[in-house]
């Protein structure tokens, strides 16, 4: 490789099974962009770790020797700001849970939707070099008020929810760590609004074998139509040094938010809908529901660790 070219962000993929590490090495070998080291357990993970800087770590939750959450618990130790994600099955629900409290900012289901796993990555990727080139702009920011209309293409999504998150680490309400799940929070939000909010798509798209594509094909085709370009997702965010409150009213017809779903009932975690509402209450400190639904509040309170 020529000494000039920029290395290649490198992931860490944790798995006990042969199997599973050389389909993650093919996968990413593939698709070109990143860098893959491979380690069987949470040991041979942390030497890695302490071997060199890596970009993200994927984990399986069950392996001999150290586990999943035991890494995860370490890494967030020595390493709040590395991103880390964490494989599950069906049986692993509560862990699953676990490692969402603990920090993992993302999980993904065995067995994999191939499709799944580079975007995954790359979204984690993205945010903390998102963060990282922003972080000076606003050191000097004491508290905040913003009031957003956000159309619905989703093109300004990305720019508006890192416009958001920027306060939450620059007035200490948390470490880096949280404030990438605070992120991810305000990203399912925010694109549940644009989606059956302002475009009025609906979400049984997202539960067919081909939802993924399905919904992201609809939400471009969408944004771009003149009967819903003056459709807006209004967000109000308040920031002070206790606390950091995100309100989202969309232009939709609502739902029933109190007939929802448990969405850690194991038949709801794994669909679209209960997955996007098991992070925001994960990872935010508290989740609102007002008017018909379409009015969400999601609030973060100043962790210890942020002070």
């Given amino acids: 490789m020529n000494s000039t070219e920029p290395s290649k962000p490198t992931i860490l993929a944790v798995d006990d099974e042969?199997?599973?590490?050389?389909?993650?090495?093919?996968?990413?070998?593939?698709?070109?962009?990143?860098?893959?080291?491979?380690?069987?357990?949470?040991v041979e993970a942390l030497a890695a770790l302490d071997a060199r800087d890596y970009s993200v770590v994927?984990?399986?939750?069950?392996?001999?020797?150290?586990?999943?959450?035991?890494?995860?618990?370490?890494?967030?130790?020595?390493?709040?700001?590395l991103p880390v994600m964490v494989f599950t099955g069906y049986g692993d629900l509560q862990q699953a849970v676990e490692a969402l409290r603990l920090g993992a900012v993302n999980?993904?289901?065995?067995?994999?939707?191939?499709?799944?796993?580079?975007?995954?990555?790359?979204?984690?990727?993205e945010a903390v070099h998102k963060m990282d080139r922003r972080k000076l702009a606003y050191s000097f920011?004491?508290?905040?008020?913003?009031?957003?209309s956000v159309p619905p293409a989703m093109d300004h999504a990305?720019?508006?929810?890192?416009m958001l998150v920027d306060p939450?680490?620059?007035?200490?309400?948390?470490?880096?760590?949280?404030?990438?799940n605070v992120f991810l929070a305000l990203d399912e939000v925010l694109i549940n609004a644009i989606a059956y909010g302002a475009l009025r798509i609906d979400p049984i798209i997202r539960e067919s074998e081909t939802g993924h594509e399905d919904f992201e094909r609809e939400l471009s085709k969408r944004g771009l139509l003149p009967e819903y370009a003056d459709r807006r997702v209004r967000?109000?965010?308040?920031?002070?040094?206790?606390?950091?409150?995100?309100?989202?009213?969309?232009?939709?017809?609502?739902?029933?938010f109190e007939n929802l779903p448990d969405p850690t009932h194991p038949e709801n975690l794994f669909r679209e809908?209960?997955?996007?509402?098991?992070?925001?209450?994960?990872?935010?400190?508290?989740?609102?529901?007002?008017?018909?639904?379409?009015?969400?509040?999601l609030i973060k309170i100043r962790s210890a660790a942020g002070t």
């Fill in 18 to 42: 042969e199997v599973i590490r050389t389909l993650l090495v093919n996968i990413f070998q593939r698709d070109g962009r990143y860098a893959v080291d491979i380690a069987a357990d949470g």
């Fill in 58 to 81: 994927i984990t399986d939750l069950q392996m001999p020797r150290m586990g999943g959450i035991e890494l995860l618990r370490r890494i967030r130790k020595a390493r709040p700001e």
């Fill in 107 to 125: 999980f993904l289901c065995k067995p994999f939707d191939l499709k799944e796993i580079v975007p995954a990555v790359s979204k984690a990727v």
């Fill in 141 to 148: 920011v004491d508290s905040l008020h913003m009031d957003i």
């Fill in 158 to 162: 990305e720019s508006v929810l890192q």
């Fill in 168 to 180: 939450v680490l620059n007035l200490n309400l948390a470490e880096e760590a949280e404030v990438k």
């Fill in 235 to 256: 967000i109000i965010a308040d920031y002070s040094p206790e606390k950091a409150v995100f309100r989202f009213i969309d232009p939709g017809e609502g739902f029933d």
């Fill in 273 to 297: 809908h209960g997955r996007g509402l098991l992070l925001a209450r994960c990872f935010m400190d508290d989740l609102q529901f007002a008017g018909k639904g379409n009015d969400v509040t």
